[in-house]
Protein backbone atom coordinates (compact mmCIF):
# COMPACT_ATOMS: atom_id res chain seq x y z
CA UNK A 1 0.00 0.00 0.00
CA UNK A 2 3.14 2.48 0.89
CA UNK A 3 4.24 1.86 -3.09
CA UNK A 4 1.03 2.96 -4.28
CA UNK A 5 1.16 6.07 -2.25
CA UNK A 6 4.75 6.58 -2.86
CA UNK A 7 3.57 5.99 -7.08
CA UNK A 8 0.80 8.14 -6.93
CA UNK A 9 2.65 11.26 -4.75
CA UNK A 10 5.07 10.83 -7.36
CA UNK A 11 2.96 11.32 -10.44
CA UNK A 12 0.91 14.25 -8.69
CA UNK A 13 4.72 15.68 -7.92
CA UNK A 14 5.79 15.50 -11.82
CA UNK A 15 2.32 16.73 -13.05
CA UNK A 16 2.24 19.97 -10.48
CA UNK A 17 6.26 20.39 -11.88
CA UNK A 18 4.61 20.16 -15.74
CA UNK A 19 2.14 22.94 -14.66
CA UNK A 20 4.14 25.09 -12.77
CA UNK A 21 7.18 24.60 -15.89
CA UNK A 22 4.54 25.59 -18.36
CA UNK A 23 3.36 28.59 -16.34
CA UNK A 24 6.52 29.97 -15.79
CA UNK A 25 7.53 29.56 -19.78
CA UNK A 26 4.07 31.01 -20.57
CA UNK A 27 5.00 33.92 -18.17
CA UNK A 28 8.61 34.29 -19.43
CA UNK A 29 6.97 34.75 -23.27
CA UNK A 30 4.93 37.12 -21.96
CA UNK A 31 7.79 38.81 -20.32
CA UNK A 32 9.68 39.02 -23.89
CA UNK A 33 6.49 40.00 -25.62
CA UNK A 34 5.88 43.02 -23.93
CA UNK A 35 9.12 44.06 -22.92
CA UNK A 36 9.97 47.55 -23.59
CA UNK A 37 13.63 48.03 -24.52
CA UNK A 38 15.89 51.14 -22.91
CA UNK A 39 15.18 54.65 -24.30
CA UNK A 40 17.64 54.76 -26.92
CA UNK A 41 18.31 51.75 -28.42
CA UNK A 42 17.02 52.02 -31.75
CA UNK A 43 18.89 55.14 -31.76
CA UNK A 44 21.82 53.32 -32.10
CA UNK A 45 20.31 50.89 -34.44
CA UNK A 46 20.02 53.96 -36.63
CA UNK A 47 23.60 55.37 -36.10
CA UNK A 48 24.71 51.39 -37.85
CA UNK A 49 21.99 51.65 -40.35
CA UNK A 50 21.38 55.17 -41.04
CA UNK A 51 18.91 54.35 -44.33
CA UNK A 52 16.52 52.01 -42.07
CA UNK A 53 13.10 54.24 -41.57
CA UNK A 54 12.05 54.16 -38.05
CA UNK A 55 9.43 51.59 -39.05
CA UNK A 56 12.17 49.28 -40.21
CA UNK A 57 13.90 49.98 -36.98
CA UNK A 58 10.56 48.29 -35.29
CA UNK A 59 10.53 45.72 -37.74
CA UNK A 60 13.98 44.71 -36.28
CA UNK A 61 12.87 45.26 -32.89
CA UNK A 62 10.21 42.50 -33.22
CA UNK A 63 12.32 40.70 -34.80
CA UNK A 64 14.93 40.46 -31.51
CA UNK A 65 11.95 39.92 -29.67
CA UNK A 66 11.02 36.78 -32.03
CA UNK A 67 14.59 35.57 -31.59
CA UNK A 68 14.41 36.03 -28.05
CA UNK A 69 11.42 33.19 -27.92
CA UNK A 70 13.11 31.27 -30.39
CA UNK A 71 15.68 30.55 -27.29
CA UNK A 72 12.49 30.59 -25.01
CA UNK A 73 11.41 27.42 -26.86
CA UNK A 74 14.89 26.09 -27.47
CA UNK A 75 15.43 25.55 -23.75
CA UNK A 76 18.92 26.27 -23.64
CA UNK A 77 19.86 24.48 -26.87
CA UNK A 78 21.78 26.77 -29.00
CA UNK A 79 20.24 28.58 -31.74
CA UNK A 80 22.01 30.31 -34.62
CA UNK A 81 20.88 34.33 -35.38
CA UNK A 82 19.36 34.33 -39.01
CA UNK A 83 19.48 38.33 -39.78
CA UNK A 84 22.10 40.49 -39.51
CA UNK A 85 19.92 43.29 -38.96
CA UNK A 86 18.69 41.33 -35.66
CA UNK A 87 22.12 40.71 -34.50
CA UNK A 88 23.48 44.02 -34.69
CA UNK A 89 20.71 45.41 -32.82
CA UNK A 90 20.83 42.45 -30.14
CA UNK A 91 24.81 43.59 -30.02
CA UNK A 92 23.32 46.96 -29.20
CA UNK A 93 20.87 45.84 -26.66
CA UNK A 94 23.50 43.97 -24.71
CA UNK A 95 25.67 47.45 -24.79
CA UNK A 96 22.95 48.56 -22.04
CA UNK A 97 24.04 46.11 -19.67
CA UNK A 98 22.12 46.36 -16.40
CA UNK A 99 18.80 46.25 -18.97
CA UNK A 100 20.44 43.50 -20.71
CA UNK A 101 20.86 41.35 -17.39
CA UNK A 102 17.49 42.01 -16.16
CA UNK A 103 16.23 41.24 -19.19
CA UNK A 104 17.59 38.01 -19.36
CA UNK A 105 16.91 36.86 -16.03
CA UNK A 106 13.25 37.58 -16.45
CA UNK A 107 13.18 36.30 -19.70
CA UNK A 108 15.07 33.21 -19.45
CA UNK A 109 16.32 32.69 -15.83
CA UNK A 110 20.11 32.93 -16.78
CA UNK A 111 22.41 35.21 -19.32
CA UNK A 112 21.79 34.52 -22.42
CA UNK A 113 25.27 34.91 -23.92
CA UNK A 114 26.17 35.92 -27.67
CA UNK A 115 28.27 33.43 -29.03
CA UNK A 116 30.00 35.02 -33.08
CA UNK A 117 29.52 32.21 -35.40
CA UNK A 118 33.14 32.42 -36.16
CA UNK A 119 34.16 30.78 -32.74
CA UNK A 120 31.76 27.96 -33.02
CA UNK A 121 33.53 24.73 -32.83
CA UNK A 122 32.51 23.45 -36.39
CA UNK A 123 29.47 24.79 -38.86
CA UNK A 124 27.43 21.05 -37.90
CA UNK A 125 27.37 23.08 -34.30
CA UNK A 126 26.14 26.54 -36.73
CA UNK A 127 23.67 24.33 -38.96
CA UNK A 128 22.10 22.61 -36.23
CA UNK A 129 21.49 26.05 -34.74
CA UNK A 130 20.14 27.05 -37.44
CA UNK A 131 17.71 24.54 -38.21
CA UNK A 132 16.04 25.09 -34.57
CA UNK A 133 15.88 28.85 -34.73
CA UNK A 134 13.87 27.83 -38.44
CA UNK A 135 11.56 25.35 -36.52
CA UNK A 136 11.20 27.79 -33.71
CA UNK A 137 10.81 30.86 -35.47
CA UNK A 138 8.04 28.62 -37.82
CA UNK A 139 6.21 27.34 -34.75
CA UNK A 140 5.86 30.93 -33.81
CA UNK A 141 4.29 32.31 -36.81
CA UNK A 142 2.29 29.36 -37.35
CA UNK A 143 3.74 28.12 -40.22
CA UNK A 144 4.84 24.23 -41.50
CA UNK A 145 8.55 24.11 -40.88
CA UNK A 146 8.66 21.52 -43.62
CA UNK A 147 6.25 22.69 -45.91
CA UNK A 148 6.22 26.27 -45.60
CA UNK A 149 4.83 29.07 -47.46
CA UNK A 150 6.52 31.71 -46.40
CA UNK A 151 9.58 32.98 -44.28
CA UNK A 152 9.40 33.70 -40.83
CA UNK A 153 10.06 37.20 -39.75
CA UNK A 154 13.69 36.60 -38.87
CA UNK A 155 14.68 34.74 -42.19
CA UNK A 156 13.16 37.32 -44.26
CA UNK A 157 13.59 40.77 -42.67
CA UNK A 158 16.94 41.17 -44.07
CA UNK A 159 15.77 40.62 -47.72
CA UNK A 160 12.47 42.86 -47.06
CA UNK A 161 15.28 45.65 -45.85
CA UNK A 162 17.51 45.11 -48.66
CA UNK A 163 20.56 44.86 -46.96
CA UNK A 164 23.27 44.01 -48.95
CA UNK A 165 25.20 42.32 -46.41
CA UNK A 166 22.55 40.41 -45.10
CA UNK A 167 21.45 37.02 -44.85
CA UNK A 168 19.37 36.05 -47.56
CA UNK A 169 16.89 32.64 -47.69
CA UNK A 170 14.43 30.85 -49.80
CA UNK A 171 11.17 28.88 -47.78
CA UNK A 172 12.18 25.72 -49.99
CA UNK A 173 15.78 25.30 -50.44
CA UNK A 174 14.61 22.36 -53.07
CA UNK A 175 12.99 25.09 -55.52
Known sequence: MSIVFAVVALVLALIAFRIYRGTKHLKRAAFIRE???????????????????LKEQQLVLRGLRKFFLCNLMAKGAFVSMPSKAVDELWHEFILFTKHYNTFCDQAFGRFLHHTPAVVLSSQKI???????????????????????????????LDAKLNLADGFHYVPDCGK
Open 35 to 53: YVFPQGLLARLAARRPTLT
Open 126 to 156: ADAGLRRTWWYACKDETINPLKPTRLPLLFA
